[in-house]
């Protein structure tokens, strides 16, 4: 099955300090998906990102498909930040499979 | 509802006790997933559910695990007698349609708050 690789598996940030999360995967997918998982072990949604480049806030997330790579950017990182990083992906009519995910630590 | 529903939040059960995980998925959705997180780990897919049908149950662990979803609508997670190994956070998501299925934003993905079991 397709596999996904998301690096780096800790980070350790200053609060205000910018970051880059990256997930790598092994064959063409036909969604792509960003979530946080705070604290409390609530998975939040960031991007539906299969393609292309968007923005919310100071998150930003690019997947280049033809590369099979997407990258999550943190822009003046806060501690409310904190938590695990997920990148999960669909082929054909698999079932959404997760990266092990980047666990990202703000400090103030 | 406005989002992902699960119920309980927190079960706490005897080893060998069965137990039953609910979930009510996002009004209109027609896709329902169950995935298993133990402490510290990643994401475990259970089941799918498109409609009432299980199209992919490759997931469960074993036979002790059964799910079921009627009138398209609320899910049930059942674990039969249960051992500690089943402790972990069961996670149900839902979306507008199957996997596979590359309708734009229409196939983003929600979870639910998950319930966390723990077997003394």
């Known amino acids: 099955g397709i596999q996904v690789e998301q690096s780096p598996p800790d980070l350790i940030l200053q609060e205000g300090a910018n970051s880059t999360l990256r997930c790598n995967f092994s064959?063409?997918?036909?969604?792509l998906q960003w979530f946080h998982q705070n604290p409390w072990g609530q998975l939040i949604n960031l991007f539906y990102?299969?393609?292309g480049t968007k923005q919310n806030g100071r998150l930003s997330a690019t997947t280049v498909a033809t590369e099979r790579y997407s990258l999550l950017y943190i822009s003046s990182s806060q501690t409310t930040d904190s938590g695990v990083y997920f990148c999960?992906?669909?082929?054909?009519?698999?079932?959404?499979?997760f990266g092990k995910g980047t666990r990202l630590s703000v400090i103030a | 509802g406005a989002g992902v529903s699960q119920s309980p939040s927190n079960k706490v059960t005897e080893k060998g006790k069965d137990v039953e995980l609910r979930c009510d998925p996002i009004?209109?959705?027609?896709?329902l997933y169950w995935y298993r997180q133990s402490l510290g780990q990643g994401l475990e897919f259970l089941i799918y559910?498109?409609?009432?049908?299980?199209?992919?149950k490759s997931g469960l662990p074993s036979d002790r695990f059964s799910a079921e979803r009627t009138g398209g609508s609320v899910s049930t997670l059942t674990i039969q007698r249960t051992q500690q190994e089943d402790s972990a956070v069961y996670l149900c998501?839902?979306?507008?349609?199957?996997?596979?299925?590359?309708?734009?934003?229409?196939?983003?993905?929600?979870f639910g708050e998950g319930s966390w079991l723990t077997v003394v």
């Open positions: 064959d063409s997918v036909n969604n």
């Open positions: 998501a839902s979306s507008y349609s199957g996997q596979g299925a590359f309708i734009g934003s229409g196939n983003t993905i929600y």
């Open positions: 999960a992906v669909v082929r054909g009519n698999t079932p959404l499979v």
């Open positions: 009004s209109g959705h027609t896709a």
């Open positions: 559910f498109q409609g009432n049908s299980a199209p992919d």
């Open positions: 990102i299969p393609s």
